[in-house]
């Protein structure tokens, strides 16, 4: 398969750290060079904060990726750099890339970037804190983002919540209630498909793939999830 060998960079989701991504830098090894691959540097304590201020962890962790983005950047500097970002990281990435001032940061590093490649991505919700994010990225975004970096959002449709059926499909619908307001709907078992689809963006839906990077699952990062969305690198 023809991929993009562009560096890459990962970036974590959120309450997820930067080793729990060492399988999907391996897997993605397989079509980029591994010395081209960073993952950011993010740890559970970026997300909450000490002591706790969850409504600041999007500041922190654009820190780490504007690092990892410098770094990647001074090693190969005519090659444009895609972000893939997990979760809520893609609406970190997509404040960063936006240029526009987040509770008193803002980064101008955007034309580092060529792609963002979202993975079970909400960019939109009703949840408190990640809602900070969206409506940030609601008011700011224009099609001038997408004329300089591709967009491309990815999600499962794996299971549909349901009231009515076992205990996955009980807690998938309680989940997707709590990001768009009701549960019956497909989605990767954290995020349903619906929240994901960004205006302006490709908008690819998979099937068989998780969220959560468990153990034993087959999440956005095994080996085998890799290989259902990497042609979109």
């Not at 993975?119 to 008011?139: M, N, S, V």
């Amino acid at each position: 398969m023809e991929t993009s060998r562009n560096p890459v960079v990962i970036l974590p989701g959120v309450l997820f750290w930067d080793t729990l991504y060492i399988g999907m830098k391996k897997a993605l090894s397989a079509y980029v060079p591994e010395e081209k691959i960073a993952i950011a540097p993010v740890h559970v304590h970026d997300w909450i904060g000490f002591p706790p201020s969850p409504e600041r962890s999007t500041n922190r962790v654009m820190k780490a990726l504007d690092r990892t983005i410098a770094a990647m950047r001074q090693r190969y500097p005519d090659e444009k750099i895609t972000i893939v970002a997990h979760s809520g990281g893609g609406t970190v990435a997509m404040v960063y890339l936006l240029e526009r001032p987040f509770q008193g940061d803002v980064y101008k590093r955007r034309s580092s970037v060529g792609k963002l490649l979202a993975l079970g991505t909400p960019f939109h919700t009703i949840e408190h804190y990640a809602k900070i994010k969206t409506d940030f990225i609601d008011r700011h975004l224009t099609p001038a983002l997408f004329d300089e970096c591709r967009v491309v959002s990815i999600v499962s449709d794996q299971y549909t919540g349901s009231l009515e059926k076992g205990f996955i499909e009980r807690m998938c619908y309680m989940f997707y209630k709590n990001a768009a307001g009701e549960g019956a709907l497909a989605g990767d078992g954290i995020v349903p498909v619906k929240s994901c689809f960004l205006k302006g963006a490709q908008n690819v839906t998979i099937s068989g793939v998780e969220h959560l990077p468990t153990p034993h699952t087959n999440w956005y990062g095994t080996r085998e999830s890799v290989e259902k969305w990497v042609q979109w690198l």
